[in-house]
């Protein structure tokens, strides 16, 4: 039998050539925003300095260097607005007057620097605002036309509503030095409208700033914004949903206790009924149960020497008889 010529035999698969490994070098992933992690404080390589107010000096020759502050401010270059940034603070801590009538510029510049995502650029405006607080108090409310105040003071509530702690922090100091450079009356008009926010944490950092404003005034001052609109302020923030904003509503309640009863000689009655008469009922028991808790905190931390309950002075005459 003849054999078949080998040309008709199946073809040959052709060997594959074996595959090359790849080899991956790892490589440093860049950003392509630039920015760095915003959950941490900004490497030592941003070349952002924290400088404190008292270690800040005056400038030379200032009156040549406030063009050149502007021209900073208004920088692409975000490192350069922190620089100006701390130039400002020292125009604001040594050479006021000069700054001055920049100023509604200045808020604007920290308005915008506080919703820069960089946080180096956020923390250090903050710091900026403090001592501009410190310098100009009263004159940020009463000296603008425009809405520059309210926009600044939204932003500080929230920066210190956020999660970034070194960042809110520094928003908690600000707002401290507020409250502490300007006259309360016109600063809990400004404060006032953000108890209502529809976010609960703004509404908490308002109501601690406004218990500090309240905590200033006397007896005088909180009839002239209103006590009975304090106390229903109080009465409302004490059924918020966060403990910050219903400590505060109980230091209001505290303040505003203090101030109204200073004259009275029998205190709870007199409180009582002032509750009862301007609020709900079960608003005005809340308002009132806070005082004798209060004093009775304040009666265990002294040892409970220097304050007797009335329920024990009335047991104790009971007894007696």
């Not at 210190?160 to 707002?175: G, H, I, N, Y």
């Not at 006397?218 to 923030?237: C, F, R, T, Y």
């Not at 505003?256 to 009655?269: G, I, L, N, R």
Request: charged share 25%.
């Amino acid at each position: 039998m003849a054999l078949r010529p080998i040309d008709n035999a199946l073809p040959t698969t052709p060997e594959r050539p074996k595959k090359q490994a790849k080899v991956v070098v790892p490589t440093q992933k860049h950003s392509d925003s630039g920015l760095p992690d915003e959950n941490k404080p900004p490497s030592a390589d941003a070349t952002i300095e924290y400088i404190l107010s008292e270690n800040l000096k005056a400038i030379p020759d200032p009156e040549s260097q406030i063009q050149s502050l502007i021209e900073g401010l208004d920088s692409k270059d975000w490192t350069k607005v922190c620089e100006s940034l701390n130039n400002t603070r020292r125009f604001a801590l040594y050479h006021s007057g000069l700054l001055l009538p920049l100023l509604e510029k200045i808020l604007m510049v920290l308005v915008k620097a506080m919703k820069n995502p960089r946080s180096a650029l956020c923390k250090t405006s903050i710091m900026a605002s403090s001592d501009i607080f410190n310098a100009y108090g009263d004159n940020l409310l009463d000296s603008f036309p425009s809405d520059a105040f309210d926009h600044l003071l939204l932003q500080l509530l929230l920066k210190a509503s956020q999660d970034k702690r070194f960042v809110c922090e520094e928003a908690d100091k600000a707002l401290n030095t507020m409250v502490g450079s300007m006259t309360p009356l016109p600063l809990l008009d400004k404060l006032r409208a953000y108890v209502n926010h529809a976010n609960p944490r703004i509404r908490a950092k308002a109501a601690v700033s406004i218990s500090k404003c309240v905590s200033k005034l006397g007896l005088e001052g909180m009839k002239e914004i209103g006590l009975i609109a304090l106390v229903q302020m109080a009465a409302d923030l004490l059924n918020d949903r966060l403990p910050e904003a219903r400590e505060a509503a109980r230091s209001i309640v505290i303040s505003v206790y203090e101030a109204f009863t200073e004259s009275e000689e029998q205190k709870q009655e007199a409180w009582q009924s002032f509750c009862q008469s301007n609020l709900s009922p079960i608003n005005a028991q809340s308002m009132v149960k806070i005082i004798p808790s209060q004093q009775s905190l304040e009666g265990r931390s002294d040892g409970g020497s220097s304050r007797t309950s009335p329920l024990k002075v009335k047991m104790e005459n009971i007894c007696v008889l």
